[in-house]
């Protein structure tokens, strides 16, 4: 169908006897809509469960520090990372999951949940054709984000050095995250930059309306870095009027690519205001440009190295995913800092003391045994749980986030004892890294790794193929 054409009206006909009611939609049930089981019940408790553990440890932190003066002024940082990149983003998380809907509604999602920037550009035509045009027009694909670029944008901002390939934040559509993004640099200026991100729609996928697309893209203008209202975390500030964007980015990709085509689709969303996932103001028209950039690079329909291209993109995925990696370097600290805790506090030795004489632990002894033998238990299930939720077993992880729970828990009430002013480094530490681990290991792409681990053990049984990227 051509971008610009509009699709015929369908018509009912009339009834030829009294309508009964049917069972359900044939275009509703395709959809392979999502059935809850028992895995999916617990693993979403224990998302919840990792958002309350994330508020409780920055309270900890921050109560904690005013007793040790000199790390005060730490204690209150310490307590603002925890807050801004832990607890806040996992409670939105658990709170727009009950009430933002996950089918298109012309908006992006954030990773926290909120909604992100509105889609305002459609595209028709391959990838290498908008890695080609926007190449040409000059503009520069954005690094992925990781340790090193985020480290390398922090120092160019504070520097105020130029970094033309600067990483984007991830903006979610269908799902998933953006295939790739695109930026150009405002005078050299990291804070300031034009940026868009793109989404290839789903194969069979149609737009409102019945037109289809073969990509989506949200284009901003950042002014500015600032923190978002929303979630208090550093990041760019986008103007308000991201139509201006949208256009620039049109009219850059028609200047320079004469094989570039462009058609409008007035109307297509609302016209409205409102605020993006880093609570900035939006104002959009409602139109949606639509770039047929087929021309571009010719010849590109069914290349074997674009096919090639798409099966490494599939085997990537399969891989064990960050969150699962970080987890699990955290269970190894968790249990070396609580060895160690045992070993140095002079618990052993009070344990001693109080069972010498008649022979019967006093009050404060037995207290203590419960507390080492939950403890070294709690230490032995997680280190094993870990090996088993490394291979992608399907409950290991969930049981493995019970024993982290409880012993998040077993932290909890040992604090109660004693305040959190006078809880030590040693009871800090153990327990930041405890609710460090549940929050990676009940992460999103943690289940969704697992899932599909698990799909491929069913078939395998079954003796279906396995394909590549499930």
Same mark, same amino acid.
């Given at each position: 169908?051509?971008?610009?054409?509009?699709?015929?009206?369908?018509?009912r006909p009339r009834p030829a006897s009294a309508p009964v009611y049917p069972a359900g939609s044939a275009k509703l049930s395709a959809t392979e809509a999502r059935r809850w089981g028992l895995d999916d019940v617990l693993d979403a408790l224990f998302f919840a469960a990792a958002a309350l553990a994330a508020l409780w440890l920055a309270w900890l932190l921050l109560g904690s520090g005013w007793h040790l003066e000199p790390w005060a002024a730490l204690n209150v940082v310490l307590f603002w990372v925890v807050l801004a990149y832990l607890a806040l983003p996992r409670l939105h998380q658990v709170l727009t999951w009950l009430y933002v809907p996950e089918y298109f509604i012309g908006r992006t999602r954030t990773a926290d949940g909120l909604l992100g920037d509105p889609v305002n550009l459609a595209v028709q035509g391959h990838e290498e054709d908008i890695h080609e045009a926007m190449t040409t027009a000059g503009w520069v694909r954005a690094d992925p984000i990781s340790?090193?670029?985020?480290?390398?944008?922090?120092?160019? @901002?504070?520097?105020? $050095?130029?970094?033309?390939?600067?990483?984007?934040?991830?903006?979610?559509?269908?799902?998933?995250?953006?295939?790739?993004?695109?930026?150009? +640099?405002?005078?050299?200026?990291?804070?300031?930059? %034009? *940026?868009?991100?793109?989404? *290839? =729609?789903?194969?069979?996928?149609?737009?409102?309306?019945?037109? /289809?697309?073969?990509?989506?893209?949200?284009?901003?203008? &950042?002014?500015?870095?600032?923190? @978002?209202?929303?979630?208090?975390?550093?990041? %760019?500030?986008?103007?308000?009027?991201?139509?201006?964007?949208?256009?620039?980015?049109?009219? &850059?990709?028609?200047?320079?690519?004469?094989?570039?085509?462009?058609?409008?689709?007035?109307?297509?969303?609302?016209?409205?205001?409102?605020?993006?996932?880093?609570? &900035?103001?939006?104002?959009?028209?409602?139109?949606?440009?639509?770039?047929?950039?087929? +021309?571009? !690079?010719?010849?590109? $329909?069914?290349?074997?190295?674009?096919?090639?291209?798409?099966?490494?993109? =599939?085997?990537?995925?399969?891989?064990?995913?960050?969150?699962?990696?970080?987890?699990?370097?955290?269970?190894?600290?968790?249990?070396?800092?609580?060895?160690?805790?045992?070993?140095?506090?002079? !618990?052993?030795?009070?344990?001693?003391?109080?069972?010498?004489?008649?022979?019967?632990?006093?009050?404060?002894?037995?207290?203590?045994?419960?507390?080492?033998?939950?403890?070294?238990?709690?230490?032995?299930?997680?280190?094993?749980?870990?090996?088993?939720?490394?291979?992608?077993?399907? /409950?290991?992880?969930?049981?493995?986030?019970?024993?982290?729970?409880? %012993?998040?828990?077993?932290?909890?009430?040992?604090?109660?004892? !004693?305040?959190?002013?006078?809880?030590?480094?040693?009871? !800090?530490?153990?327990?930041?890294?405890?609710?460090?681990?549940?929050?990676?290991? @009940?992460?999103?792409?943690? *289940?969704?790794?697992?899932?599909?681990?698990?799909?491929?053990?069913?078939?395998?049984?079954?003796?279906?193929?396995?394909?590549?990227? /499930?």
């Amino acid at each position: 169908m051509p971008a610009d054409s509009t699709p015929a009206v369908a018509v009912r006909p009339r009834p030829a006897s009294a309508p009964v009611y049917p069972a359900g939609s044939a275009k509703l049930s395709a959809t392979e809509a999502r059935r809850w089981g028992l895995d999916d019940v617990l693993d979403a408790l224990f998302f919840a469960a990792a958002a309350l553990a994330a508020l409780w440890l920055a309270w900890l932190l921050l109560g904690s520090g005013w007793h040790l003066e000199p790390w005060a002024a730490l204690n209150v940082v310490l307590f603002w990372v925890v807050l801004a990149y832990l607890a806040l983003p996992r409670l939105h998380q658990v709170l727009t999951w009950l009430y933002v809907p996950e089918y298109f509604i012309g908006r992006t999602r954030t990773a926290d949940g909120l909604l992100g920037d509105p889609v305002n550009l459609a595209v028709q035509g391959h990838e290498e054709d908008i890695h080609e045009a926007m190449t040409t027009a000059g503009w520069v694909r954005a690094d992925p984000i990781s340790l090193r670029t985020s480290w390398n944008i922090v120092v160019s @901002s504070l520097l105020r $050095r130029s970094y033309p390939a600067a990483p984007v934040s991830d903006l979610l559509l269908f799902g998933r995250k953006q295939d790739f993004a695109y930026q150009k +640099e405002v005078e050299g200026n990291p804070a300031q930059r %034009h *940026h868009i991100r793109f989404w *290839h =729609a789903p194969s069979g996928w149609v737009m409102p309306g019945g037109r /289809r697309v073969e990509w989506l893209a949200a284009a901003t203008y &950042d002014r500015s870095v600032g923190l @978002s209202t929303l979630t208090l975390q550093v990041t %760019h500030k986008i103007d308000a009027n991201i139509d201006v964007e949208r256009n620039y980015v049109v009219d &850059d990709v028609l200047w320079a690519n004469q094989a570039a085509e462009l058609s409008v689709w007035p109307d297509f969303f609302t016209a409205y205001h409102d605020k993006n996932g880093g609570g &900035d103001r939006v104002v959009t028209d409602g139109d949606l440009y639509v770039l047929d950039l087929n +021309e571009v !690079v010719p010849g590109l $329909r069914g290349s074997s190295e674009l096919a090639e291209a798409r099966q490494a993109e =599939a085997q990537v995925r399969r891989r064990r995913p960050p969150e699962l990696v970080v987890a699990v370097v955290l269970l190894v600290l968790v249990t070396v800092v609580n060895v160690l805790r045992l070993v140095t506090s002079g !618990v052993v030795g009070t344990l001693a003391d109080g069972l010498e004489g008649a022979g019967v632990a006093d009050e404060r002894g037995a207290v203590l045994t419960v507390a080492v033998t939950v403890t070294v238990i709690l230490m032995a299930a997680i280190a094993g749980l870990g090996v088993a939720a490394w291979f992608g077993h399907p /409950r290991g992880r969930i049981a493995l986030m019970v024993f982290l729970t409880l %012993h998040i828990i077993n932290t909890m009430t040992q604090v109660s004892a !004693v305040g959190e002013r006078q809880a030590g480094w040693g009871v !800090v530490v153990s327990a930041s890294l405890s609710v460090l681990a549940l929050l990676a290991m @009940s992460a999103r792409p943690c *289940h969704e790794w697992e899932r599909a681990r698990k799909t491929e053990r069913l078939r395998v049984r079954e003796g279906e193929p396995v394909r590549e990227g /499930r």
